[in-house]
C-alpha cells in the first residue's frame, strides 16, 4: 500500500505527508498517512527534502527522524 509522489511528473514513492494551513500560515510534515487526503500532499523524499514554503510561512517538519532506515525496494541508493 503505497502511494506515489503528488508533484507531477514524478514516478518516485511518497514517504512524507504535507498538510497546511492559511490561517497560520503554517506547513507540516508528517510521515506519510495512511490514507489521501484532497488537502494534503504526498511527497517523495527527495521532494519532501527540497520543500520550499512562502515568504512568511513556517515548515514543521514532524517526520520521524530516521530516513536511514527507509529502505525502498527497488530504488537503488545513489552516492
Ligand atoms: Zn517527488
Known amino acids: ?3 506515489q509522489c503528488a508533484r507531477p ?3 518516485e514513492i511518497a514517504v512524507a505527508t504535507l498538510a497546511y494551513e492559511y490561517a497560520s ?3 507540516w510534515l508528517d510521515g506519510v498517512a495512511a490514507e489521501g487526503h484532497p488537502s494534503t500532499y504526498d511527497l517523495c523524499p527527495r521532494h519532501a527534502n ?7 510561512w513556517q515548515l514543521r517538519d514532524r517526520r ?8 525502498l525496494p527497488g530504488i537503488a541508493h545513489a552516492s
Do not use: D, F, Q, Y
Request: proline share 12%; net charge positive.
Open 9 to 11: 511528473g514524478c514516478p
Open 64 to 71: 520521524p527522524v530516521r530516513a536511514e532506515e527507509v529502505h
Open 1 to 3: 500500500m503505497s502511494r
Open 50 to 56: 527540497t520543500l520550499r514554503v512562502p515568504m512568511g
Open 25 to 27: 500560515r503554517t506547513v
